[in-house]
């Protein structure tokens, strides 16, 4: 059984405004070595007011995973180029905002495929979703100039009493049963985009409109 769960309020991408669009790619990367997962990529697609985030990732063990959007919000007081020092050390500066977009099961195999969207002056409702914030409660501030982190989160072996906290926030099943804490284990990081011009981009929206776009498969400090 493969579960998938995505914030609830973000809405979906099929009723945003036809605007111009730029699609990312980035490596997924083992976060205890910095080395890229083997055959795992994750793509960020730019609306004018938005973006939607989607992971193919394996090499994760078998259980409930989440996965936390970091929006770096003013790339421009990073310290040098932004990195993992500036969303751990520098996040008041660089106005971070970090919190929930989506959370899995994966199996056996070791597959985890992730999608979310997130728009600008949106954040998520639920308990346990923030974990930080210096948005002034807006979460991502400019669809194109923010910088973005993800950061894919264990939360153990699926324990069915405590699944919905488990694939939904945090600290869902921390600390639950055998199962002592949780723990990032995978993480990816987008540049700010340069904004293309309608015309170039027509066809990768297109392509979102038949669903190539659609919704597939942190860090505490």
Known sequence: MKTLITASLLGLFSTAPLHAATLQTASVLDLLTLEAVSEAETTLTRIEDGVE????TQDLEPGVYT??????????????????????????????????????????????????QVFE???PTGNDQITRDFSGGQGLLD?????????????GPVNPELLEEQITTFNGGCGAGLFEGCTEVQI???????????????????????GIG????????
């Open 53 to 56: 985030l989607n992971i193919e």
């Open 67 to 116: 996965v936390w959007f970091d929006a770096i919000n003013r790339p421009e007081n990073c310290q040098g180029e932004c990195d993992l020092d500036d969303v751990i050390f520098n996040a008041e500066a660089i106005e971070l905002s970090e919190f929930f977009v989506a959370g899995t099961i994966v199996g056996d195999d070791g597959k985890g495929s992730f999608s979310g």
């Open 121 to 123: 002056g949106v954040l």
């Open 143 to 155: 669809a194109q100039k923010s910088e973005v982190f993800f950061f894919i989160r264990w939360h």
């Open 188 to 210: 990816g990081q987008f540049p700010a985009a340069s904004v293309p011009e309608p015309a170039t981009t027509f066809g990768i929206l297109i392509l979102g409109a038949l």
């Open 214 to 221: 659609s919704l597939g498969n942190k860090f505490r400090h």
